[in-house]
């Protein structure tokens, strides 16, 4: 049976359609914005360089860098994603991703420095309307609001036109691949009777039981980046 469920995307990719991929991963983002097209710009690029037609059976591989918009573009272009076991995160806070088949042969794009600094003279007006209403949390009206979706959604496809050069350093690398995602059985928590992943089970007091019940340290990713928990 044919794989159907991203031939509108690897049909994009094929013809270099850089708005409708930016398009589709606007559906994901819930907006548009710079950093959601600078994903789309190095998941399209890395795909047209180590091979697309990715069905999300870790036949791609993904390394992110980073959690803000740029990682949602990354994740809608190449299929890769946590719950298809093929992302992979790394904390380095960096505007950077690594793709590759599983031979290993892969391309890491990260976001210039110059270049993203170049971006507040390029477009002042959605830089100073960001910085008021997102970075310093000022009250805005409706219509400012309105004003920023506008200007940011006009520079997201207005980014697309930039050579993949002049955004990003590129290299083609040899990576380690992990093996193919395990499948781990349940285990019922003996406490607030959960099923859970049999890896997170925590034995104590002659109780199988889950990290809540058992008061202990997790990992969280959120806005700040990935948190230990106690």
Not at 11 to 34: A, F, P, V, W
Not at 197 to 221: D, F, H, V
Request: proline share 3%; net charge negative.
């Amino acid at each position: 049976m044919k794989h159907e469920v991203r031939q509108d995307i690897d049909r994009m990719i094929k013809t270099d359609d850089l708005e409708g991929l930016l398009k589709k991963s606007g559906e994901l983002h819930g907006h548009y914005c710079s950093h959601l097209a600078y994903g789309v710009k190095a998941g399209h690029y890395a795909l047209k360089n180590v091979g697309y037609g990715n069905i999300g059976m870790e036949e791609v591989i993904t390394i992110i860098e980073t959690n803000n918009c740029f990682a949602d573009g990354i994740q809608k272009i190449t299929g890769c994603t946590f719950g298809n076991n093929a992302l992979i995160y790394r904390d380095y806070g960096k505007t950077a991703a690594t793709v590759s088949k599983r031979d290993g042969k892969a391309i890491r794009l990260v976001l210039k420095p110059s270049f993203q600094e170049s971006r507040g003279e390029a477009y002042p007006e959605a830089m100073e309307i960001f910085d008021r209403l997102v970075v310093q949390r000022q009250e805005g009206s409706p219509e400012d609001y309105e004003k920023m979706n506008r200007l940011w959604s006009e520079m997201a496809f207005k980014e697309l036109t930039v050579p993949i050069e002049e955004m990003f350093k590129i290299e083609n690398l040899n990576i380690d691949i992990p093996e193919f995602a395990p499948m781990f059985d349940s285990v019922t928590c003996d406490s607030c009777g959960e099923n859970v992943m049999q890896t997170r089970i925590i034995e104590k007091a002659g109780q199988s039981l889950c990290i809540p019940c058992a008061n202990g340290g997790y990992l969280e990713l959120n806005g700040s980046g990935m948190l230990s928990k106690e």
